[in-house]
């Protein structure tokens, strides 16, 4: 499975390079693994509900890291940067919930 | 032209879904991004592409893994600085406290040392015997000097099970019995072990009293008066505070019980230091 092995690959990369994240884009580390974890859940939706597309996942990917990392940063600005990750995290989390329950139903047909 | 006019009339019959229902609602219908039904729908004509992830899919997916590993690796690493800057501030509080003990000591030594040269200089000469001797009785008065001498010890607690504050020992009864102590003739007192000086204050902090300011007692209150054994027991119930202290013990239960030492030593109080106050008479 083609997906399985880049997502090895990377965390294995990521274990062994080690990268030092620069200070200033420390805080949107987290808010944009949660970001890539629902376009991959989603990603991993289409593909069972027999839609997937590449271009779709590459888009859908970039665009939550970064829109997710832009509300944060934009909410640091304005000094509402905790209440606007936990508005993030919540959107996200649903989203990532239920698409989990889809995936559920396509592998176990329940 | 036909088709605009036709969205318009779809838009004032069916709103679109984001204003007809409840936010969780809408995310929790639209989890999947519509692009993927969007793209389905228009490659539905031509399937060419099969739904198959490809080369950039396994770009995004190590991507994906990068992202994540490098997250953990950077969330277990600064927990690692948390801990060890935490290491470095009690090793470094360990040190400061052992070399303000150590310092402790060496000012300890150096009064011991600073008393005997002082002694001996004066010993010299009949003038510093009596400046010796002064120096002595005002220890004594001052709190400077440990003393030893006959006296009373009296022993102070809260009434068995007191409940408010009436059946507890406080502050004032403290100051009273010592002013009643006093008054009785006491030449020297120390409150669990704590000397008395013309600086020493004792006073309620929270629940807990304070002599000298820094030192929180607990009780019993143990208070040793150096002064005539004999007379002072009868001295103190003719004082207006010993009487108050009778009253404490037969109408609150206050525990109080004064007995008659040969012999005691009480500690010398912590170092005075006057750092304003100088003698009225200029040198």
Partial sequence: MIAGLGLLVGIILGLMLQPEVPLWLEPYLPIAVVAALDAVFGALRAFLDGIFDDKVFVVSFISNVLIAGLIVYLGDQLGVGGQLSTGVIVVLGIRIFSNVAAIRRHIFHA | ?283
């Fill in chain 2, 1 to 283: 032209m036909t088709d605009d006019g036709r969205r318009d009339t779809a838009l004032e019959t069916q709103p679109p879904p984001q204003v007809r229902m409840p936010l969780l609602d809408y995310i929790t219908a639209h989890s999947l991004d519509e692009d993927y039904a969007h793209v389905a729908d228009r490659a539905g004509a031509a399937p060419s592409r099969p739904g198959r992830p490809g080369l950039a899919a396994l770009v995004i997916t190590g991507l994906f893994g990068l992202l994540v590993a490098t997250a953990a690796v950077q969330t277990s690493r600064n927990a690692g600085d948390a801990q060890s800057s935490r290491d470095s501030i009690v090793t470094q509080i360990k040190a400061r406290s052992a070399s303000v003990d150590a310092r402790r000591d060496r000012i300890a030594n150096l009064r011991d040392e600073i008393g005997s040269l002082t002694a001996l200089s004066l010993e010299n000469t009949s003038q510093g015997r009596a400046l010796s001797a002064r120096l002595d009785r005002l220890g004594v008065m001052s709190g400077s000097l440990a003393v030893t001498g006959p006296g009373v010890r009296v022993v102070v607690d809260d009434a068995p099970g007191a409940v408010d504050d009436q059946q507890r020992v406080l502050d004032e009864d403290l100051q009273k019995l010592v002013n009643a102590l006093w008054a009785s003739g006491a030449e020297a007192i120390a409150v669990n072990g704590q000397r008395l000086t013309a600086l020493s204050a004792i006073r309620g902090a929270g629940s807990a009293i304070t002599v000298n300011n820094t030192v929180s007692l607990s009780r019993p209150y143990t208070v040793l008066a150096i002064g005539d054994p004999d007379t002072m027991p009868a001295r103190f119930v003719e004082t207006t505070h010993g009487r108050d202290w009778l009253d404490l013990r037969t109408i609150y239960g206050l525990e109080f019980e004064m007995t008659s030492q040969r012999s005691m030593r009480l500690p010398a109080a912590r170092r005075l230091d006057l750092r304003h106050t100088t003698t009225g008479e200029n040198r």
